[in-house]
């Protein structure tokens, strides 16, 4: 059986790294599985789309499908997504089913210090505005099956509570 591990959280909090932690844990336990990244997925289908609401909100429709594919085919999908909006995150685990969402809850400061993309540098200077859990909106999970504080613990403590989360939930 498989499911949908949904790695929530701003940018900069760890769930590229994470999920490819991830990945790697599953494949050595047998489980066929793949990430779907955010970043790359709009890099590669529809790089012009932009970052208003509806972008934001057609994305994260277009990655959850792709998890619901995935998973209903033995996959497990790990999915790297900031997903702002509690709604989408909702919507992703009615249509999905066997579901994990994970929140990467990290300080602005130590987001700010890891910075991968640069983009809190630019928001500092002015050069972008509404950027996700800096000056733009990010509604914090309600009930996620799991809260890690990424500034707090190492990539394999945090590998460790998601795989211990599937056990729990009986996915794995």
Not at 137 to 144: A, F, G, I, W
């Amino acid at each position: 059986m498989s499911f949908v591990v949904w790695l929530t959280g701003p940018s900069g909090a760890g769930k590229t790294t994470l999920a490819r932690a991830l990945l790697n844990k599953l494949k050595e336990m047998g489980f066929r599985a793949e990430i779907l990244d955010g970043d790359e997925i709009r890099k590669r289908l529809y790089p012009d789309i932009g970052f208003s609401k509806e972008a934001r909100e057609l994305h994260n429709r277009v990655v959850i499908h792709m998890a619901k594919l995935l998973s209903r085919n033995g996959v497990v999908a790990v999915v790297s997504l900031i997903s702002p909006f509690r709604h989408v995150r909702e919507l992703a685990r009615k249509e999905t089913g066997r579901f994990i969402e994970v929140y990467l809850r990290c300080s602005l400061e130590r987001r700010i210090e890891r910075d991968p993309k640069g983009l809190y540098a630019r928001a500092l200077k002015g050069e972008i505005k509404g950027l996700t859990g800096y000056d733009g909106v990010y509604e914090e999970p309600e009930n996620p099956e799991l809260v890690l504080d990424t500034d707090r613990m190492s990539v394999s403590d945090e590998v460790e509570a998601v795989i211990g989360k599937a056990r729990e939930l009986g996915y794995i």
